[in-house]
């Protein structure tokens, strides 16, 4: 806007006058203005009432079907056992509920550990060395789909090793005021459920320092059949001498059971020889195996065949070599001398075998003119005369092996201390590696595990070719062919399958939650790293139950298992990893066990009906109570909006009120609000047949007030007889409460059809035209075009008015000048005649 001086030589108030001048047209345009604000003022008043015309209408489509209306209700007899809710689906009538067990999130609490430890204590101080190349201390946490191998080094701190613990998937900390580790899975039940084992001698050793060698692990190691079954015993009480795992000893007995039943049949005279003298076998040693009288082969039940099998498993002794061994055979390779000097030796033997060595060095009966032994001596004495057992941090956790004045070790002290023996017999065997060349166990489950990942391996190759041609689509679906018929061929083999579920239980991990498959644990696995895990097993439960090694127990771990809650309802057992278990739309939430069955009710829920009917009501009521509120406005006929400058003269309150007066009347007798109300108000009040009989509102005491009886603008509102919260009707029999009690269905039908007939009331009132949009019951589209062209008007004024004022201004302005002149020449004349 240009800054105008107007007024300085004719002294006239030019801005008053051209205003005066150009009002006329300032009035057209404050006219539009005016126009404009009160239209979008009723655009406002439109969307608001619209948004809750739409808002019922939605729920009315929700209830004029069937499944609004199913409310159950379920109680319980026994509400400290379990807690249940019923869905619409839910069948009425009492079913019979145990609780057998309830789910448990898996949890480990370590060990207390000295009580100097903290966060930033590293492995070293705890006495765990990283270990060797063949030895790593080594562990596997393993949840229900993932399979982590973590590598303690020496450097490593506390708070780090439980930063690999979170890594691995399951939820860890170290307590420094307790001294524990806390370890828990990250979802309750089976499902959730986690281990922690060892993977090498120093990853089992490691664990006992950090308390973490669970009292669950400890028995699935020391527990013949569960870890140990896949090594293979010897039958040395039969001429056949046969190795039989736990699984293929069930077999055998399976085998006798028939032979001696049925007869000959068709077992070859070897077999028939090996089955009479286990027979005799067992006879002659009934006391040991544990039992009173003589096998009755003919009927023996199953269960009581594979314990029998299980005691003649465990009398037998390992012996993977040939050489009645207690144990399985390792190799430890290694060199002594320097340069030229160095040679190289191999010694096969196993744990039992490397102590007996190792004393008769230590003892001087060993003859060391062997070359062998010699340098066996040399070896240990180089190697381990290095070795830390103990460190000030922690006491008793480790056996120190002494050393002599001349830094060898201190073969004296050792041949006179048993711990001292067995602690460095079980660094050798655990610095040597397994003889797959003299073990037949390693052998037949490393020749397994390879034909297995190697079969699956294929699989994933052709699963991963290119399918974006039709060629490709075609070398995919043979390659996957041919793939899969291979690890079909592999899996076919008994020896393959056998190995497959034992590595799947103890060291796999599933794909997902919801893809139960081993796939990926197989095609991503390291072929040696699981071998070598495996057999570490394998290899530790068959020392323990030789008696070669000894579990440390003294700081174990108390593990609670991850268990899926268990309820049986109606005699039918279902499983859940939480204790919310729902069956055909009944929720139960098991809070504690029970001993005896309890009882679980499931009814219509009268209540609930009751309250789905006066929410009904109560939205509809507000929204028509609203409407008539609207409609019957106050006429605000000599109310415009106000101009900037008619604001300029009034408080904010009256400005306030004043445009308040004209809101509250823009829908005043509103031809369309009005026939909004009509549909909904007459659709309400028809009559429904149900079943031959014709129903109303007022059947079921609900009913308008009239507009005699009713507050202002509340004529059309319903009301329920009986209803407590409403002082029209609170004193009026319950005929809607007693209706859904005794006849449910006839009242639920009648609430269909009455939704049903509304919903359509209003759905035409709603729908799209030239003038207004879809799901709208104003002319929307009408008002915004309107908007529109009073904006084009006030533009043209606008535009007028400043014409207008700016051909007024230049002709003041001229006058100004002009004026400004005439003054000048006049002051110059007087001052020439001495004016």
Same mark, same amino acid.
């Given at each position: ?26 009035? #057209? ?20 009432? +619209?948004?809750?015309?739409?808002? =019922? ?24 056992? &379990? ?16 609780? +057998? ?11 207390? =550990?000295? #009580? ?69 899975? #990250? ?11 060892? /993977? ?25 059949? !569960? ?14 001498? /046969? ?8 077999? =055998?007995?399976?085998?006798? #059971? ?55 498993? $465990? ?33 096969? /033997? ?107 391996? &294929? ?7 290119? !399918? ?58 390291? $072929? ?25 127990? !003294? ?28 069956? $055909? ?87 369309? =609000? ?57 004193? +009026? ?103």
């Amino acid at each position: 806007m240009p800054i105008r001086l107007s007024g300085l030589a004719s002294g006239l108030d030019t801005e008053a006058i051209v205003g005066a001048l150009v009002s006329a047209y300032s009035y #057209k345009k404050d006219k539009y203005v005016k126009a404009q604000t009160k239209l979008s003022w009723k655009q406002d008043a439109w969307k608001t009432l +619209n948004s809750k015309v739409y808002s =019922l209408y939605t729920s009315v489509g929700q209830m004029r079907y069937s499944s609004n209306y199913s409310v159950k209700k379920a109680t319980v007899s026994d509400t400290t056992k &379990a807690t249940a809710t019923a869905s619409g689906s839910t069948i009425n009538g009492t079913q019979e509920l145990k609780i +057998n067990k309830l789910a448990q999130t898996a949890f480990i609490t370590g060990g207390e =550990l000295d #009580k100097s430890v903290t966060g930033s204590t590293t492995m070293m101080q705890l006495g765990i060395k990283g270990g060797t190349s063949l030895d790593k201390a080594s562990i596997s946490v393993r949840t229900g789909t993932k399979a982590t191998n973590i590598e303690i080094d020496s450097s490593m701190t506390v708070n780090q090793f439980v930063n690999k613990l979170n890594e691995a998937g399951v939820s860890a900390n170290f307590d420094e005021k307790n001294k524990r580790f806390y370890i828990g899975a #990250k979802t309750s039940g089976s499902a959730g459920d986690f281990s922690i084992s060892a /993977n090498s001698s120093q990853g089992l050793s490691a664990l006992n320092n950090l308390g973490l060698l669970s009292d669950t692990e400890i028995k699935s190691i020391t527990t013949s059949d !569960t870890s140990s079954n896949m090594a293979k015993r010897l039958f040395e009480f039969t001429s056949a001498k /046969n190795y039989y795992d736990l699984g293929e000893a069930e077999a =055998l007995f399976a085998k006798i #059971k028939d032979y001696k039943t049925n007869g000959t049949g068709s077992y070859t005279s070897d077999e028939k020889a090996e089955f009479d003298e286990i027979v005799s076998y067992i006879e002659a040693n009934k006391t040991n195996l544990g039992l009173k009288e003589s096998v009755d082969w003919t009927s023996i039940s199953n269960d009581d065949l594979k314990a029998l099998a299980k005691s003649v498993y $465990n009398q037998a002794t390992y012996d993977t070599t040939g050489t009645k061994s207690t144990a399985i055979t390792r190799s430890l390779s290694f060199s002594v001398g320097e340069g030229d000097e160095k040679k190289s030796y191999k010694i096969d /033997n196993n744990l039992a075998g490397f102590k007996d060595l190792i004393r008769s060095i230590a003892d001087g009966t060993a003859d060391e003119s062997d070359e062998k032994i010699s340098a066996l001596k040399t070896y240990l004495n180089n190697t381990y005369a290095d070795e830390v057992y103990k460190t000030e941090k922690v006491d008793d956790d480790y056996t120190a092996i002494k050393f002599g004045a001349n830094g060898e070790l201190d073969w004296a002290a050792i041949s006179g201390d048993e711990d001292m023996l067995n602690a460095l017999s079980e660094k050798v065997y655990a610095s040597s590696t397994y003889a797959m060349s003299n073990d037949p166990t390693y052998r037949e489950m490393y020749a397994s595990l390879n034909a297995i990942r190697d079969g699956y391996l &294929a699989v994933a190759s052709a699963e991963a070719l290119p !399918t974006d041609t039709s060629e490709q689509i075609a070398i995919r679906a043979a390659k996957l062919r041919e793939a899969q018929e291979q690890l079909d061929t592999v899996l076919a083999d008994p020896t393959n399958q056998k190995w497959k579920e034992y590595i799947e239980k103890n060291f796999g991990a599933q794909n997902s939650e919801y893809d139960k498959r081993y796939t990926d644990f197989w095609t991503q696995s390291d $072929n040696l790293e699981l071998a070598q895990s495996v057999f570490y097993r394998i290899d530790l439960a068959a020392n323990v139950s030789a008696g070669n090694l000894e579990i440390n127990t !003294t700081n174990q771990a108390h593990k609670v298992d991850g268990t899926d809650a268990e309820i049986e309802l109606n005699g039918v057992t279902y499983t859940n990893n939480t204790n919310s278990i729902t069956v $055909n739309g009944l929720t139960i939430e098991a809070l504690a066990t029970t001993k005896e069955a309890i009882s679980v009710n499931v009814s219509n829920d009268t209540d609930a009906l009751y309250d789905k009917v006066k929410d009904f009501l109560t939205s509809y009521n507000s929204l028509m109570n609203e409407m008539q509120k609207l409609y019957n406005a106050d006429s605000a006929k000599d109310y415009e909006p106000l101009t900037e400058d008619e604001k300029a003269e009034m408080s904010e309150s009256e400005i306030e009120k004043w445009e308040q007066k004209i809101k509250d009347s823009l829908l005043r007798r509103d031809t369309q =609000l009005s026939s909004i109300i009509s549909a909904m108000t007459m659709s309400m009040m028809k009559t429904y047949e149900v079943n031959g009989k014709t129903y109303a509102w007022s059947t079921f005491g609900v009913h308008t007030l009239g507009s005699m009886n009713a507050e202002k603008n509340e004529g059309y509102a319903y009301h329920i007889d009986g209803d407590s919260e409403d002082s029209y009707t609170s004193g +009026n029999d319950e005929k809607l409460r007693a209706a859904l009690a005794e006849d449910p269905d006839t009242v639920i039908e009648f609430l269909k059809q009455v939704t049903s007939g509304l919903y359509k009331a209003m759905d035409d009132k709603m729908k799209s035209s030239s003038i207004k949009s879809v799901y709208t019951v104003y002319n929307d589209k009408e008002m915004a075009s309107e908007y529109s062209d009073y904006s084009s008007l006030i533009k043209t004024w606008t535009d007028r008015v400043t014409d207008m004022e700016d051909a007024y201004y230049k002709k003041f302005a001229a006058m100004e000048k002009a004026l400004a002149t005439l003054q000048g020449n006049s002051s110059s004349i007087s001052s020439l005649l001495g004016g």
